[in-house]
């Protein structure tokens, strides 16, 4: 006798209402499709309400279908001859196998190919950036403005940016949900995309394809702003790092700039000969460190430093040598690069 049973039964129900309230909403502080920020978003998601409206409803009829067919075939006496169709099965045959979907499948298409095309057609830009997908992060550079940074992309509200999408190393995939359709980058070709967005908001973005372990924390965000405050914040952002004003800044620059760290990164105005890792120039004007999923503080800065492997396994950065007043003061001069 198992006396466990109802236990068991119990936990599982247990197990799978975690499932499901982890699914529902897992991704509930993550950008949402279903809550577009811009006119191409919204398109998207137009199209996927219709689609979903059809679908639900093609398959309520399936359904009705089968139920009453199951019914009638328990209800139906056992020499009834359930052979033949008959002319009522012929007519659903031709129309729920035959007429109707192909006039659902071609109203789909040819609302989703006018979708295609206006997602698709050309836009006079104002704004050029240039993104490149690493592992895991993402390489942001203006090339008519010389500002380089890293995984947070600033842009004027309302107007049409163009990105150039390139991967460094494997195929990623740009995505802003709430924003527009994501676009591949490609290693070794070049990818275009046009965005707009018309309020001033923080998106989150994300890596839309498979690219290693830590593709789920390849993120980064977008700063939609007016026009004079993305003036500024370029600005601030072309200026060589800022100059260290306490004792222990100072010792935190004179650390980065003798230590292996600027063998990947350069922090302008100190060490400018790698480009392996992002930029630190500014890295204290962006609020997330490691590719736009931890926030930017003091606690998380250092342990990031000491063993970046340990947040996200696979990162490339090796693990710190230095000894603990080093990494402080390392710490607080990065803390001060605004
Ligand atoms: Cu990069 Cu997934």
Known sequence: MDHNHPHRHHRRLRRVLIVAVVVATGCSDGPSVLEPAGPDAERIVRLWWVMLTVAGLVFAVVLWFLVGSIVRARRAAPDDDMESPGTTGRRLVLWGGLIGPAVILTGVFTLSTLDLRALSAHRPTTVDVTVTGEQWWWRVAYPDEEVVTANEIHVPTGEQIRFTLESADVLHSFWVPEAGPKRDMIPGSTNELVLTFPKPTRNRGVCAEFCGLQHARM????????????????????????EPTTDSQRRGREVFATSKCIGCHTIEGVADAASIGP??????????????VIPLTTENLRSW???????????????STMDDEDLDALVAYLESLQ
Request: charged residues 30%; glycine residues 6%.
């Open 219 to 242: 993120q980064f965000h977008i700063v939609s702003q007016e026009r004079p405050a993305y003036e500024a914040w370029l600005e601030r952002q072309r200026r060589p790092a800022p």
């Open 279 to 292: 930029d630190l120039t500014h890295l204290a004007s962006r609020e997330t460190i490691a590719g736009g």
């Open 305 to 319: 430093i000491e063993d970046p492997d340990d947040l996200k396994p696979g990162a490339l950065m090796p693990p």
